[in-house]
């Protein structure tokens, strides 16, 4: 079992940047990723990441703007968000899993999530 706890939300402006965290403990190895769920739709993948780093995964929307990285020694994953839009806003949810398509697809533990704001 792993336990997730993300950090970074805040309000920021169209077209700015915001770095989410995501700290794990508990069992190591895993490969982790990012949801978000935005009022009134169903929670939908960004990224993921394995716990090698070599394989990712991304959303089309957020190709070339969002960038997935990890310390393995931090246990930590990060998501990188630049050039923001306000349909981005969300809750945001870190996930783990023991490959990134298992993170794409029925990840095995969820954080608490993290309020995102895009004002226009």
């Known amino acids: 079992q792993v336990q997730l706890v993300e950090s970074g939300g805040g309000l920021v402006q169209a077209g700015g940047s915001l770095r989410l965290s995501c700290a794990a403990s508990g069992r190591a190895g895993y490969a982790m990723g990012w949801f978000r769920q935005a009022p009134g739709k169903e929670r939908e993948f960004v990224a993921a990441?394995?716990?090698?780093?070599?394989?990712?995964a991304y959303t089309d929307s957020v190709k070339g703007r969002f960038t997935i990285s990890r310390e393995n020694g931090k246990n930590t994953v990060y998501l990188q968000m630049n050039s923001l839009r306000p349909e981005e806003t969300a809750v945001y949810y870190c996930?783990?899993?023991?490959?990134?398509?298992?993170?794409?697809?029925?990840?095995?533990?969820w954080g608490q999530g993290t309020q995102v704001t895009v004002s226009s």
């Open positions: 996930a783990a899993g023991v490959s990134v398509a298992v993170v794409q697809s029925t990840p095995r533990s």
């Open positions: 990441m394995s716990w090698s780093g070599g394989t990712t």
